[in-house]
C-alpha cells in the first residue's frame, strides 16, 4: 500500500475487529505509523496493546478489517515479513535449557542474520552475561536478552511490547539512547507501552488505546492541543471572575491564588479575563502525556 | 505465636486443590494396576504344582532376581504375587512421591510462585513440610490400597500388612531423598533428576545384590523393604533402618532449608556456551536441542528394558514347561520351544511399541508447551515459517521413534545374544521390532492432528496412548469386540516374528499417518497462534 508520496506506510490498521469468544479484544481498531517515527502504542493492561500486535505478527487472524505491514499482508506473507522486522514479546519466556547468547543467536539466525558488531555492543551495553542458562535469568535479564536479540538484528521495523518492563532505570535509559540510535538510522518503532515518561522521550507520535479502540491518536503537540492548560496565577483582584469564561474547569482560590485547568482552546480568554484583574505572577504548564492519560482513562471510571 | 511450620495447613489444601486431578490420577493409575495384577495372579497359579513350577523357574532367574529381587515366600501364592507386583509398585510408589514432592517444592520455587507465598505468614520450613506431607500421604495411600488388593484376592493378613508397610516406608524413604534433591538443585530437572538417580541406584544394588545373593541388597532402601519378609518370616528389623534413613533425610533437608538462600541450593548451574552453534539456528536444530534431554532418557531406559527382556528369554523355555497357563498368556498356540520364543518375542516388540508411543506423543506435544509458554510466538515472529516449525518437531518426533525402536531391537538382540550365546537373529530382532513402528506413528500423528486442529483439547492425545495400552494388556482376557481391538493401530499389524510380515498393514498406517501430519499442519497453519 503507496501513501500519496509514494513511501509505503509501516502499519496500516483499519477496523480491526479480533474477538476471543465473547470477548472484543480489538474493536474496531485504527491505527496508522509512517516509515521512519518512533510510535508510542499507549494503553492500560488488557486495553489490546498485545493482541494489535500479533495481529500485526500474523500470529492471530482478525476477524475483520484490513492489516498492511510494511506493504504487505502479515496474515498471507507472514515469513517474508518478519525478515524485515524484529519484535520483543511483552512477556518473555526463554527455553530453560538455552544460555542467554545461544538464544540471542537463535532467533537472530532465524530472523536472517545477526549484526555481529551490534551483538557484542549490545551485549555490553546491557550488562548481560550470555553463558548463564535462561533458568537462571531474572524477569529483567530475560528481558534484557529479548531486547538484545531484536537490538541486534538489522530490522526495518522494531515491534516492542513493553520492552522495558522488569529493567531497572540505568537500563532504560540504555534503552532509550538504542531506540533513539535506531531511529536516527531511519527504522520505524512500534512501542507499546504504559510507561508514560518512556513514551514521551522517544514517540514521535503517539496512540492511546482503550477497550480494543484507539481513543486519541496524533503528536504529543497536537494532542495537548487538544486538551486542557493548567494555569496558576496571582492577582491584584480576586479572580472569581474567572471561573465564569467558557472552558475553564475545577477553578481553586487559595490566599490569592487561582488554579484552574482550561481547555487549549479557550486558552486567549483567560488570559485576557486574568489580564483584567492585575497579574502579579503567572505559570502555566502544557498538559503532560499523564494528564492526556489519566483523562483517557477517567472516562472509563464514568463510563 | 508463628513458628517455622505457621501456614503449613494453607498450603496443605492449596496442593490438594490444584492437583485435585494429578494426585486420583497416580492413586488411580498405580494403585489400579496393583490391584489388578495382585487379583489376576492368584487364579493362574491354582494348584501346588503350578506354585512350584513358579518358585523354581523364578528361584532359578537371575533376570528376575535382578528386576524384583528375592521376594520371601516364593512357593506360596502370597509370595508369587508379591513379587509380580514388587516391580511396578516399588518403583511406581518412590515415583510417585518423587514428582509429587518436587512438583510441590522445587519446581514452585523456580517457578516464583512460591515466592508470592514465602511473602505472606509462612513460616521457613512449612513449604518443605507441606510437600513432605503431601508425599507421605500418598505413599500411605498407595500402601493401603496395596494391603486391602492383597487382602480382596484372598491372601495372608500378616503378610499383606507387612507388604504394605513395607511399601509405605520405600516411599516414605524416596520421599525424603526427593526433598533433600530439591533443597540441593536450584531447578526442578536437577532436583527430578538427583532423586531419579537415587531411585535407579538403590534399585540396581538391591537386583545386583540379590543376584549375587550377598550382602549388597542391605545396602539399598529396596533390599531392607523386601528383607521385611512379606509372606515369609516376616520380620520387622529391616524397618528400623528404612525410618532412620528417613528421618536423617529429613533432618538434612530441614538444616538444607534452614542455611540457603531462597531460589538457591547448593549445586550451581554450570555456565553454558555463549554462542549457538551454527545447527542451533533452524528449526530443527531448534527443536531436536529442545527434546534432546527427554530422547536420551528415553533412549537409555528403553535400551535396558530390551536388554532386560532380552536376556530373560533364554529361562522362558523351563518357565513355560512349569506352567503352561503362561504359554496361555502370551498366546502360543504350540509346545515347541522355537514357537514359544516367538510368542514371548512378539508380545515384547508389542509392548515396548507400545510404551515408545508415550515418548512420541510427549514430544508432539511439546509443540503445545511450546505455544502455550510464549516461546513459539517468538520464532514465529522470524522468517521461520509455521510449517517448518510443526515440521521440525514432528521429524524429530517421528525419528527419535525410529531411534526408540532401533535401540530397544537392539537391546533385546544383545540381552539374547549374551544369554544365548547366538548373535545370528540379531537382523530378525531389529526387524521385528521396526515392524511396529507404523503403528508408534500412528499415535504420534493423531496427536500432531489434534494439536493443529483443537489445540486446546491436545492433552486428549494421551488417549491414543491409554487406549493401545490397555488393549494390548487386557484386549485379549477381556475378550473385546473386533472393532473395538480396531481402533489401536497395533491390532491390525501383523504379529512378527509368529506371522509374517505383510507391507499392506504398515504401509496403510504410514499413509494415514502422513495424512494426519498434513491435517495437523493445515490446521495449524490457519489457525490463531495462542499464547498464555
Same mark, same amino acid.
Request: with cysteine; hydrophobic share 50%.
Given at each position: ?23 472484543r ?68 519466556t526463554l ?40 533458568r537462571?535469568?531474572?524477569?529483567g ?43 536516527h538510522e ?46 496558576i ?40 479575563a ?6 502579579q ?23 | ?7 503449613? *495447613? ?65 512357593d ?7 513379587n ?55 505413599? %500411605? ?16 493378613g ?20 526427593? %526433598? ?41 532402601? $529396596? ?12 520380620r ?37 556456551q ?48 512349569s506352567?503352561?497357563?503362561i ?16 510368542? $514371548? ?8 511399541a ?29 522468517r521461520? *515459517? ?5 515440521g ?45 513402528l ?20 491436545? %492433552? ?16 485379549e ?12 493401530? $497395533?491390532?491390525?499389524?501383523?504379529g512378527?516374528?509368529?506371522?509374517? $510380515? ?31
Amino acid at each position: 500500500m503507496l501513501c500519496q508520496d509514494g513511501v509505503v506506510t509501516a502499519i496500516k490498521l483499519h477496523d480491526i475487529v479480533k474477538t476471543f469468544g465473547p470477548v472484543r479484544a480489538l474493536d474496531g481498531l485504527h491505527l496508522t505509523v509512517e516509515p521512519g517515527e518512533v510510535h508510542g502504542f499507549l494503553g492500560p493492561n488488557g486495553a489490546g496493546k498485545s493482541t494489535t500486535i500479533r495481529v500485526l505478527l500474523g500470529l492471530l487472524k482478525a476477524d475483520s478489517g484490513s492489516t498492511r505491514l510494511l506493504g504487505g499482508d502479515p496474515w498471507r506473507q507472514a515469513a517474508d515479513l518478519h525478515r524485515r522486522i524484529a519484535y520483543v514479546p511483552g512477556d518473555v519466556t526463554l527455553w530453560p535449557n538455552l544460555t542467554g547468547g545461544e538464544v540471542i543467536d537463535v532467533l537472530g539466525r532465524m530472523r536472517g542474520g545477526l549484526d555481529e558488531k551490534r551483538r557484542a555492543e549490545m551485549l555490553e551495553r546491557f550488562e548481560l552475561d550470555p553463558r548463564k542458562k535462561a533458568r537462571t535469568y531474572s524477569k529483567g535479564n530475560r528481558q534484557k536478552v529479548a531486547l538484545v536479540a531484536a537490538l541486534a538484528s538489522r530490522a526495518e521495523l522494531y515491534l516492542l511490547d513493553e520492552p522495558t518492563s522488569g529493567l531497572d532505570p540505568l537500563m532504560e535509559a540504555e534503552f532509550q539512547r538504542a531506540v533513539l540510535e535506531l531511529k536516527h538510522e531511519g527504522a520505524t518503532v512500534l512501542l507499546s507501552s504504559h510507561i508514560l515518561a518512556e513514551a514521551e522521550a522517544l514517540s514521535d507520535r503517539i496512540s492511546i488505546i482503550r477497550a480494543g479502540r484507539v481513543v486519541q491518536r496524533g503528536s504529543l503537540a497536537e494532542l495537548r492541543h487538544l486538551t486542557r492548560t493548567t494555569v496558576i496565577a496571582e492577582t491584584a483582584m480576586p479572580a472569581t471572575a474567572v471561573a465564569a469564561v467558557e472552558g475553564v474547569h475545577n477553578p481553586q482560590f487559595l490566599d490569592g491564588r487561582v488554579i484552574f485547568d482550561v481547555d487549549s482552546d479557550h486558552l486567549d480568554a483567560a488570559v485576557k479575563a486574568l489580564a483584567a484583574l492585575g497579574v502579579q505572577s503567572l505559570t502555566a504548564h502544557p498538559p503532560t502525556l499523564k494528564e492526556l492519560f489519566l483523562r483517557q482513562y477517567g472516562e472509563e471510571v464514568t463510563a | 505465636m508463628s513458628t517455622p511450620f505457621t501456614g503449613t *495447613r494453607h498450603l496443605l489444601r492449596l496442593i490438594v486443590r490444584r492437583d485435585r486431578i494429578r494426585l486420583p490420577v497416580w492413586l488411580v493409575g498405580l494403585g489400579g494396576m496393583i490391584a489388578v495384577s495382585a487379583l489376576l495372579v492368584p487364579p493362574i497359579y491354582d494348584t501346588p504344582e503350578k506354585i512350584a513350577g513358579y518358585a523354581s523357574a523364578v528361584g532359578t532367574s537371575p533376570v528376575s532376581y535382578l528386576m524384583s529381587g528375592r521376594q520371601a515366600g516364593i512357593d506360596t501364592i502370597g509370595g508369587i504375587v508379591a513379587n509380580e507386583i514388587s516391580q511396578v509398585a516399588q518403583l511406581g510408589i518412590c515415583l510417585m512421591v518423587m514428582f509429587l514432592v518436587v512438583r510441590h517444592t522445587r519446581t514452585e520455587e523456580e517457578t516464583g510462585r512460591a515466592e508470592l507465598l514465602r511473602s505472606t505468614v509462612l513460616g521457613r520450613h512449612a513449604a518443605t513440610l507441606a510437600g513432605l506431607l503431601y508425599g507421605v500421604a500418598a505413599a %500411605l495411600l498407595i500402601g493401603l490400597a496395596t494391603t486391602a488388593s492383597m487382602l480382596a484376592a484372598g491372601l495372608d493378613g500378616v503378610g499383606s500388612a507387612t507388604y504394605g508397610v513395607g511399601l509405605t516406608l520405600l516411599g516414605l524413604c524416596y520421599a525424603g531423598v526427593s %526433598l533433600v534433591a530439591a533443597q540441593l538443585s536450584t531447578s526442578a530437572r536437577g532436583a527430578l533428576g538427583l532423586a531419579g538417580t537415587a531411585i535407579a541406584i538403590g534399585y540396581l544394588i538391591r537386583g545386583v545384590g540379590a543376584m549375587q545373593d550377598n550382602a549388597l541388597v542391605w545396602a539399598s532402601p $529396596f533390599g531392607w523393604a523386601q528383607r521385611m519378609d512379606a509372606f515369609g518370616a516376616e520380620r520387622w528389623l529391616p524397618a528400623l533402618p528404612l525410618v532412620a534413613l528417613t528421618a536423617a533425610l529429613l533432618l538434612l533437608a530441614a538444616w538444607l532449608t534452614a542455611h540457603r538462600d531462597f531460589g538457591g541450593g547448593l549445586l550451581q548451574t554450570r555456565p553454558g556456551q555463549p554462542r549457538a552453534s551454527r545447527f542451533l539456528g533452524t528449526p530443527v536444530g531448534l527443536a531436536l536441542r529442545l527434546q534432546r534431554g527427554l530422547l536420551i532418557g528415553w533412549a537409555i531406559g528403553l535400551t535396558a528394558l530390551g536388554l532386560l527382556y532380552g536376556a530373560v528369554i533364554p529361562t522362558i523355555p523351563d518357565l513355560v514347561a512349569s506352567n503352561p497357563d503362561i504359554a496361555q498368556v502370551i498366546g502360543a498356540s504350540a509346545d515347541a520351544e522355537q514357537a514359544l520364543i516367538d510368542a $514371548f518375542l512378539r508380545y515384547i516388540f508389542l509392548f515396548m511399541a507400545v510404551v515408545s508411543t508415550g515418548f512420541a506423543v510427549t514430544s508432539v506435544l511439546r509443540l503445545r508447551a511450546e505455544e502455550e509458554s510464549g516461546r513459539a510466538e517468538v520464532v514465529l515472529a522470524t522468517r521461520i *515459517r509455521r510449517t517448518s516449525w510443526v515440521g521440525a518437531t514432528v521429524l524429530v518426533a517421528g525419528l527419535g521413534a525410529l531411534a526408540l525402536s532401533l535401540l530397544m531391537g537392539l537391546g533385546l538382540a544383545m540381552g539374547y545374544g549374551l544369554g544365548m550365546g547366538e548373535w545370528d537373529r540379531l537382523a530378525g530382532q531389529l526387524g521385528g521390532q521396526l515392524s511396529y513402528l507404523p503403528g508408534v506413528l500412528l499415535v504420534a500423528a493423531v496427536a500432531v492432528a489434534i494439536t493443529g486442529l483443537l489445540p486446546r483439547w491436545s %492433552l486428549l492425545a494421551w488417549a491414543g496412548v491409554a487406549f493401545v495400552f490397555f488393549q494390548v494388556m487386557l484386549g485379549e482376557t477381556l475378550r473385546l469386540p473386533d472393532w473395538v481391538d480396531g481402533i489401536s493401530p $497395533f491390532w491390525h499389524l501383523p504379529g512378527l516374528p509368529v506371522e509374517t $510380515f505383510e507391507p499392506l498393514p504398515a504401509v496403510t498406517e504410514l499413509v494415514l499417518a502422513a495424512a494426519l501430519v498434513l491435517l495437523g499442519l493445515c490446521g495449524y497453519r490457519r489457525r490463531d497462534v495462542a499464547a498464555g
